[in-house]
């Protein structure tokens, strides 16, 4: 008989150890694959792995690519961790863009140095506006979250769509589906490091995705609120006895993750496209889902499943580019990754045990 | 009273004979080379503390569990019992604690589905009723569960073993669910089956019931067999102290105190079943005084959870005035506004209600205390402040960690009751309202749980405990509510009622005359 018990004490060498173990079996699987498929394995795997780091540009484009990533998951922690099953970040990374865009194309007079706060505001305001939708549905009439959240998902992105098709489109854009460009004064800057100057891609966005993550980090381990939402997830009774309002917690867990999903849309559009265009995130809000479970819920570990999924993304890209690989194949070696990883992360709490009850009951020739 | 069979156990061989059975689940060695046998026609009881190994071993006799060493011997013959089914086959049958009957459909198909296939409903349940009215055991085969009570279920149960003519009956704490009549009914029908040949195995730990039922108990304490005693021979607090293995401190009642004082009043409360399974409140007031414990007595179902969400903030009556602490109204006031006026509690379920398994014991005292002010300042959480509450009630109440803080998961059930009541008395409440205070807690826990209430009373605050347990109740409440259809009971004092009237109310008898208090 085949058992998983779960692991009194997990410990933290396990803990470091298991997602090395899980990348290493990664590897052989995936050369294995790709031998399979007539491409060098080596070649492939350092597109995958070498490739994207191989520069301190290339680091810190992985930085980049995980931005959004990690703002929406960290978020998503907050609703996980009290059993909300928000699934609609992404239409709330959506709204976040386009009520931060309403701000940057169409508030006249705006001082520059409020100009950016204004937007961070509305972004935070259009996430949250989206994300309370199936929070009060929930609060009010007991709806399904998840239904309502993913089904939202696709009003925002049809309301963008014929947004930028429609009333914000640029007259001078020469019929394509994009807003007027962003002021100066919308965008999000480059870090001007000391000495070195630009690095890649590297925007302040990230800085604040990474100061976000230690705050929520702090929030969730140091706070009443934080410890309100553990309560509420893990035992929603103890909650009501300790004195927690459930629709309390839910409406302000769905707050903050369709805050931070709004302010991660404000930041891909104004540090990386400077305008409005029919498609702001991709799959973002959905990838973030995987990367909050991959970081255990842990704000700090979503920095490290962020950067791990978008070192997946830039090396599929780069395997397309280098080694002319579909799109499938890197698709394949994504999911092995991640299978691996979740794999690992199970053994690590759970003990796997086989037993053969015919053999082990040996000693039944005894009595007779 | 005498049983034929038990007089001629020298000559013929036990039912039973289990010659050192031992069982280890990892490190701990749930049973240590246990001996046990047991005769045909005899009653025996199996008694222990929570963890004793009474489980383990009555899963060893069911073929749920393979034993690492020693042998079974079953009629004289060594036997290994690979599983319930054999056990069924060599006659052995269980009648677990939580009952597993299908609630929608009648007592012959809920039987006919646990029987060999091939018997037809109608021959079944002739079988049942001929079954029935030779032990009284009042089943009709056609009735559906779900309108059975709960001592009706049990027997339904037993049924269901009785059918497969079992040598040997096991059964694990039958009375926890039944009141003291439906006990005595079992009780009778158990006495039934012995003076028919059948051996009876009989765990619980309720000492008068044993006493009462068997002749001879088996005590296990700690994985091993401490010795099989006389019951009529040995006074409850002997066998107790066999159990627990040291000696046992006298807990009980003060008389009652001067009762001018009323610290906690309800008035009229009513309350609507918020779900189907649920129980209307029906108007409900009482007083409980300073310096006294209101027990309000019932069978489980019959409003003890509505009464404790009322009282709790759980939930709150929508018009003033219902729930007084003090002189204040407090009926809309949520719990953690209620723990600042005073107010300490103690839910019946341990897991997830009064704490969380999965979380440690600092943030278990968190959840009773963040609105207190020490522990919690501006938002942020003072992490020493929690675990020096946790050390302070791990101390003071006795509590057993297996380490610093440990998680709640990693207590034993009478340790972990002993950490929430201990949570809350350390607040020196003005009142306490604790639900079955030692349910499913071994004596020393409950002991020291029935004595911390008493020192708490003492003190000048007031009682409120909600059981089903009779023995605990005439042991240290001064008053006697009894909760029955979410009616409450005229307030009686513990001095001028019996237990076999109170048994009454608690099955929808008439109110007492003069035993008002």
């Known amino acids: 008989m085949i058992s998983m018990t779960p692991r009194k004490h997990i410990s933290l060498q396990r803990t470091l150890v298991t997602p090395v173990v899980s990348i290493m079996m990664t590897l052989c699987v995936g050369a294995a694959i790709f031998a399979i498929l007539g491409y060098d394995p080596l070649a492939a795997l350092y597109q995958f792995f070498i490739a994207p780091l191989s520069r301190p540009d290339q680091v810190a484009d992985l930085f980049v690519k995980a931005c959004p990533l990690i703002i929406t998951a960290t978020g998503l922690v907050f609703c996980y961790r009290a059993n909300v099953w928000n699934i609609g970040a992404e239409g709330q990374i959506v709204m976040g863009a386009v009520c931060a865009g309403g701000v940057a194309l169409f508030v006249p007079g705006l001082p520059d140095i409020l100009l950016m706060p204004t937007m961070i505001l ?22 399904n979250e998840i239904l309502v959240s993913l089904m939202l998902t696709y009003v925002a992105a049809l309301f963008i769509d014929w947004l930028v098709r429609g009333p914000w489109r640029d007259p001078q854009s020469f019929g394509f589906p994009l807003t007027k460009s962003y002021d100066e004064a919308a965008l999000i800057q480059r870090v001007d490091l000391p000495g070195i100057g630009t690095l890649g891609q590297l925007h302040w966005g990230v800085v604040a995705a990474l100061v976000l993550a230690l705050v929520a980090y702090f929030v969730m381990s140091r706070t009443l609120f934080g410890f309100q939402v553990k309560v509420m997830g893990d035992a929603p009774r103890a909650g009501a006895f300790s004195g927690f309002c459930a629709a309390r917690t839910t409406i302000g867990v769905l707050c903050i993750s369709g805050a931070c999903a709004g302010v991660a849309g404000m930041v891909e559009v104004s540090a990386n496209m400077g305008q409005l265009q029919p498609e702001v995130s991709f799959g973002y809000g959905f990838t973030a889902i995987i990367v909050a479970f991959l970081a255990r819920l842990n704000p700090l570990g979503v920095i490290a499943a962020g950067l791990v999924i978008a070192l997946a993304e830039l090396g599929g890209d780069s395997a397309q580019m280098a080694l002319g690989m579909p799109k499938v194949v890197t698709g394949v070696f994504k999911g092995i990754l991640l299978f691996m990883l979740l794999a690992g992360e199970t053994f690590n709490r759970f003990q796997l045990r086989i037993s053969w009850p015919a053999l082990s009951r040996a000693p039944a020739a005894r009595g007779r | 009273m005498t049983r034929p069979h038990a007089a001629t156990s020298l000559k013929t061989p036990p039912v039973l004979n289990a010659v050192g059975l031992t069982k280890s689940f990892g490190d701990f060695r ?16 199996l008694l ?4 004793a190994g009474k489980s383990t071993f009555v899963k060893l006799v069911y073929g749920l569990l393979q034993p690492d060493e020693g042998q079974i011997f079953w009629q004289g013959q060594p036997v290994n019992i690979s599983g319930p089914l054999q056990a069924r086959q060599l006659g052995i049958g269980m009648v677990f604690q939580h009952f597993s009957l299908f609630e929608s459909l009648s007592v012959a198909e809920n039987i006919q589905l646990a029987l060999p296939a091939g018997e037809n409903l109608a021959a079944l349940s002739d079988r049942i009723r001929d079954m029935s009215d030779r032990y009284g055991l009042a089943i009709d085969p056609d009735a559906y569960i779900h309108n059975l009570s709960v001592g009706q279920q049990q027997r339904v149960e037993v049924m269901r073993c009785l059918l497969q003519n079992p040598s040997l009956l096991i059964m694990d704490e039958p009375t926890s669910v039944l009141t003291l009549q439906e006990t005595d009914q079992l ?4 006495r039934q089956f012995a003076d028919s040949g059948m051996a009876v195995l009989f ?24 010795g099989t005693v006389d019951t009529k021979k040995n006074n409850n607090r002997q066998l107790a102290e066999l159990m627990v293995g040291r000696k046992i401190a006298d807990v009980t009642r003060q008389s009652a105190p001067d009762q001018s004082k009323a610290v906690c009043v309800i008035k009229n409360l009513q309350r609507p079943k918020p779900t189907a399974f649920a129980v209307t409140l029906k108007d409900i007031s009482f007083t409980a005084n300073a310096g006294e414990i209101l027990a309000i007595a019932g069978i489980a179902g019959n409003g003890q959870d509505e009464i404790m969400a009322a009282l709790s903030g759980e939930w709150r009556p929508p018009s003033a005035d219902i729930i007084l602490l003090d002189g204040q109204d407090i009926s809309h006031l949520g719990p953690a506004a209620r723990r600042r006026v005073g107010l300490g509690v103690v839910p019946e379920e341990r897991n997830g209600h009064a704490a969380i398994p999965s979380m440690s014991l600092s943030d278990n005292a968190l959840l009773t205390s963040h609105s207190l002010g020490k522990a919690v300042q501006h938002g942020v959480i003072d992490g020493a402040a929690t675990k020096a509450i946790a050390a302070e009630v791990i101390d003071k109440f006795d509590v057993r960690v297996p380490s610093d803080d440990p998680m709640a998961a990693s207590l034993s059930g009478g340790n972990l009751q002993k950490f929430v009541v201990g949570r809350e008395i350390i607040k020196s409440p ?12 071994d004596v020393g826990a409950a002991v020291s749980i029935r004595k911390s209430m008493l020192d708490l009373a003492a003190r000048g605050s007031a009682v409120i405990m909600i059981s089903q347990d009779l023995e605990e109740v005439f042991a240290i409440a001064h008053k006697i509510a009894v909760l029955h259809g ?4 005229d307030v009686m004092l513990a001095s001028k009622v019996t237990a076999e009237q109170v048994g009454i109310l608690m099955g929808g008898g008439a109110d007492i005359e003069g035993a008002s208090a």
């Open chain 2, 203 to 226: 765990i619980s730990h309720k000492l008068d019931e044993i006493r009462a039922l068997t002749s001879r108990a088996t005590v296990l304490r700690r994985g091993r067999n401490v």
């Open chain 1, 122 to 143: 509305a972004a935070m305001v259009g996430g949250m506006a989206w994300a309370l939708i199936p929070g009060i549905l929930k609060a009010r009439f007991n709806t």
């Open chain 2, 187 to 190: 009780f009778s029908v158990l």
């Open chain 2, 30 to 45: 749930a049973n240590d080379a246990v001996s046990f046998s047991i005769q045909p026609g005899e009653i025996h009881a």
């Open chain 2, 48 to 51: 222990g503390e929570n963890g």
């Open chain 2, 430 to 441: 003005r009142l306490l309202v604790v639900a079955q205070p030692t349910w499913g807690v």
């Open chain 2, 486 to 489: 979410g009616c409450l009971s």
